[in-house]
């Protein structure tokens, strides 16, 4: 069953029990990663490998196998080998124009408006429509937005609000001094912008991402340039199936074009 054996001794109390890692073969996991979130590694195929083994070792997993097998009992170690395998990098006001672009949508519409950022990280990017909007002169009644994201580490971060300066370097001194207060050099979010937004913990190729019911508009980006194009294909098809309009386009990122 093992193409190669490095035997390691453990102890417990009185019994020396003998174990055999084999972190060999990463493929059977890639492909378990990919089935679940729609991620491929399938170009750093050896990046996942060498991570996934300290993710095992650090848990006395021995091999990719028994890893495999634990998760199907086991839901919390899934979600931190999602959690740890995800790429959660965004900042406030990245690719500003088009959240310029939904404010005047929002402007232009006379009911209360619900937004989706799919996938929201650690929520700067919901939170700046936040900004934008009041920017714009919305009122905080008239809309709402959800962050969601497979991430469950992300989405702790999101609802803490808390930021370092990196993560706030494209917004104007006044937008950081009207919305943010500064505690040891962090960037806390105010209440009332925090309060805008809701977040969960889903992943949109689960059932759970069609119970959240349909939004007016959908932001989608920098999360399909992770995926292979037939899964870029069918997520596409998933979040455009959310929108109450059909004729209002989701907002993918530049880099996740087709
Ligand atoms: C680089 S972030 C993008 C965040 C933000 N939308 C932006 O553009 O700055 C990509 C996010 O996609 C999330 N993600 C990947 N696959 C997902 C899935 N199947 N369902 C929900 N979120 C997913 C990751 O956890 C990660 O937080």
Do not use: W
Request: one cysteine or more; hydrophobic letters at 40%.
């Amino acid at each position: 069953m093992f193409n190669f054996f490095n035997k390691k001794e453990t102890k417990n109390k009185d019994v020396k029990i003998e174990v055999q890692e084999d972190y060999n073969d990463i493929k059977p996991i890639s492909k378990y990663f990919h089935n679940e979130t729609g991620i491929t590694f399938d170009k750093q195929i050896s990046i996942l490998k060498i991570k996934v083994t300290s993710f095992c070792k650090r848990r006395k997993i021995y091999s990719f196998l028994q890893l495999l097998d634990n998760i199907k009992d086991n839901y919390l170690l899934k979600q931190e080998l999602i959690d740890y395998l995800t790429t959660n990098e965004t900042f406030f006001y990245r690719e500003v124009k088009q959240i310029i672009e939904l404010t005047q949508l929002v402007k232009k519409s006379n009911t209360k408006i619900n937004i989706l950022c799919a996938p929201s990280a650690t929520g700067e990017e919901p939170y700046s429509i936040a900004i934008a909007l009041l920017e714009a002169g919305v009122s905080a009644v008239d809309f709402s937005i959800m962050g969601i994201d497979i991430n469950s580490q992300a989405i702790y971060k999101a609802k803490e609000g808390i930021y370092k300066e990196r993560n706030i370097r494209n917004l104007s001194v006044e937008i950081v001094s009207k919305y943010f207060t500064i505690e040891n050099n962090l960037y806390v979010l105010k209440q009332n912008i925090k309060s805008l937004v809701s977040f969960k913990v889903v992943n949109i190729f689960d059932s759970s991402f069609l119970e959240l019911g349909k939004f007016d508009f959908i932001f989608s980006r920098n999360m399909l340039i992770y995926f292979d194009k037939e899964t870029k294909i069918k997520a596409k098809i998933i979040l455009e199936s959310r929108r109450k309009n059909d004729t209002h386009k989701v907002f993918f990122g530049h880099a996740d074009l087709f």
